[in-house]
Each structure stands twice: as structure tokens, then as C-alpha cells.
């Protein structure tokens, strides 16, 4: 499952031998301020790496993970990918290591994954959940066309206290 063109980057499935660069963009603090407190290894590797190895289809329970690679370099930058949320409806999301944040990585492959959510997988419509404050994630969200539809109060422990999270479609 994977036909993405990109000029710049290149998208493959999660293998079992990008279990360090998995594990590395999960330990970063800074990448993961908005997104999970401090894990350790086994439960990075039990409970977000593994199950993202297992194939693919429309109706998963698990999420679709491609690496995102530079295509000058091979370099993985970050991970893509969607879980199918309800019937026609998937949640997107998207992980960039930080030195390669603000370069326009993370709206152009947004853009890429949608593209392969509608018109390959057939969804209607995508959706996208967001910790309160994370501005660069709202932004690429925005630029790629999404539009916040509400706010969840209180719904996600993060950092030590209850979180508002925002709903973009």
C-alpha cells in the first residue's frame, strides 16, 4: 500500500529495521511534547512499534505507518500514516524528527496521505486530533485545507495535567 509520488520525499512501510529510528523519534522530548510523556522502550516497542508493522487494509484497527524519507539523502525524517476511525472516516497523523521541522515536510506529506486516504482507500473524510498549543501541527493542518471543528475540554492527560484537544476535519 503505497502509491505516493513525491518530488521531494519518499514513503515506504514500517519495517522491523527502522526500530531504532522508530524508538529515537519517540524518546524525543522535544517531538513529542504534544503528543505522549515520557515512555520507556518496551512499551514503545509493544504498544506503538509492533502494531504498526502488521499489513495494511481499509478496516484495520491498527494504524497505516510509512516512513518518510528525503529522496536526496534516504534519510528518514519522520512517520505518516491513518487509522480508520468510523465508516468512510479516517484520522490522519504525521511525526517529523526535529531537525527536519519547518522546512515543509509536514504539510507535504499531509497533503500526500490524504491524497492516498481518498482517492486509493476511499474515504470521505479525514479527521485530525491535536493537543491545544501545538501552533506548528494547527498550522500544517490549515495550510492542507483541514478546518478546526470544535474543542474537546479536558480530554487528553499530558505534561501532568488535563489538556483541551483540538478537532480538525
Known amino acids: 500500500m503505497n502509491p505516493i509520488y513525491s518530488s521531494r520525499l519518499d514513503y515506504r512501510s514500517l519495517s522491523h529495521t527502522d526500530w531504532s529510528f522508530f524508538l529515537d523519534l519517540n524518546l524525543d522530548r522535544q517531538v513529542m511534547l504534544f503528543i505522549s510523556d515520557p515512555l520507556d522502550e518496551e512499551t514503545i516497542r509493544n504498544h506503538y512499534f509492533e502494531p504498526r508493522l502488521r499489513p495494511w487494509h481499509k478496516g484495520c484497527k491498527h494504524w497505516l505507518c510509512l516512513v518518510i524519507s528525503e529522496k536526496d539523502t534516504g534519510k528518514p525524517i519522520g512517520v505518516t500514516g491513518f487509522i480508520e476511525r468510523n465508516d468512510g472516516i479516517a484520522e490522519v497523523g504525521f511525526i517529523l524528527k526535529s531537525e527536519f521541522q519547518g522546512r515543509g515536510y509536514g504539510r507535504e506529506s499531509l497533503k500526500h496521505i490524504a491524497q492516498l486516504a481518498f482517492n486509493t482507500c476511499g474515504y470521505h473524510k479525514l479527521v485530525a486530533t491535536v493537543t491545544a498549543g501545538n501552533e506548528a501541527s494547527r498550522r500544517t493542518l490549515v495550510s492542507t485545507g483541514f478546518e478546526q471543528e470544535g474543542t474537546l475540554r ?9 489538556q483541551d484537544d483540538w478537532l480538525f476535519g
Open 154 to 162: 479536558k480530554s487528553y492527560y499530558l505534561n501532568g495535567c488535563w
